[in-house]
């Protein structure tokens, strides 16, 4: 059974005091994987030419890739000494257009420009590796690197979340008592409000030549994050062309606390148990 004191009058006369503060934090981690994101595209008159040529870029990447995506004997699970955790690539699609000249004038008696293109999508956790490998990628032939971006695994999401919660709290806590000292009071929280964690967002650029590109990317890279257990709420960081080392990735955190003096009143408003 619970019961509370009548209202009473404030002992030392003093009236009650409220502060509100808002904590912050941010904690800061190397990123795990890195997704290198890359585009395979070959241009020519000669259709047949073009789709011979971006393919045999497509062979040579894969074969150059499983070998350091080797996998348990279920055929899914990566070896623990595997570089990469995962490789997809998207079909060849081919585009067909007019030539032009100098001027952007359509000139319809010449061959059209077939172009042959696709896009794949590496997932690293060997950092070391993926120096390596992104500097033989970056000399391949009808290959470009469109972009890395910088993820954590979703355990170490979750864990730097929560240490960013707890030290935000703390820092509203220390505000909070900072200015009730100044004054000569003593305060308790009553009320605390929590900020959503933050990330860095997903701001990626491309070509216009690259938007379809970008999207089936995007959509390979959903596939990927639940495949592999991995976070997409925008904890990561992107970087234009060859990765070259894993970036820092910052988690944030905010509350809004309220506080009020405990010093100010005989037990007024408390619930005593009984």
Known sequence: MSRKRPHS????GQPRL????????????????AYVRVTISSASTDQSQAFENAQSTVTTLTSQIRLLATKMEDGVTPHPSAAVTAFTVSPLSTFSRFQRDDRGNLLER???EHTVSTSAEIIFRNM???????????TMQHLSITGTEWRLTEPTRLEIEREARIKAIKDAVQKAEDFAGVVARRV?????KDGASSGPGHTSHYPMRQMQMAQMQQQQQAQMMAQHGMSGDGMAVTSDGPALEPKTITVSASVSAKFVSIDGYDEDDMEIAG
């Open 9 to 12: 009058s404030p002992s030392h």
């Open 18 to 33: 409220e502060i509100l503060v808002d904590g912050k934090a941010s904690v800061f981690r190397k990123a795990e994987r």
């Open 110 to 112: 010449k061959p059209k």
């Open 128 to 138: 070391e590796r993926l120096a390596e490998i992104s500097a033989e990628l970056a």
């Open 188 to 192: 308790v929280a009553v009320e605390i």
